[in-house]
Nanobody
Framework: QVQLVESGGGLVQPGGSLRLSCAAP????????MGWYRQAPGKERDLVAR???????NYADSVKGRFTVSRDNAKNTVYLEMNSLKPEDTAVYYC???????????WGQGTQVTVSS
């Protein structure tokens, strides 16, 4: 299976911002949905945000109003703009992509986001 390539993680202070990127390689051509999960230490993996090719979006309640998911459909790339970051946002963030019938056909390798003062 083809893997997605993530970048943009790092260490930020509370209230800061960070932008994550996730790109599908050339081998993936028809992606319906792309988005992000995150997993904090000792926690389950939770959906953060998703965006369809048509522009429909979904966000976890915990990030609504702070995070924005966007896409470059031509490049099969998804972004996560993270603002007003909180310590509880600290997690490994995993991007995903898939079709209408297989939402999670492809996964990124994960990128660490740490929010700490």
């Amino acid at each position: 299976q083809v893997q997605l390539v993530e970048s943009g993680g790092g260490l930020v202070q509370p209230g800061g911002s960070l932008r994550l990127s996730c790109a599908a390689p050339v081998g993936i051509r028809s992606i319906y949905v792309m988005g992000w999960y995150r997993q904090a230490p000792g926690k389950e993996r939770d959906l953060v945000a998703r965006r369809t090719s048509g522009g429909s979006t979904n966000y976890a309640d915990s990030v609504k109003g702070r995070f924005t998911v966007s896409r470059d459909n031509a490049k099969n790339t998804v972004y996560l703009e993270m603002n007003s970051l909180k310590p509880e946002d600290t997690a490994v963030y995993y991007c995903f992509a898939g079709s209408l019938t297989n939402e999670h056909a492809y996964w990124g390798q994960g990128t660490q986001v740490t929010v700490s003062s």
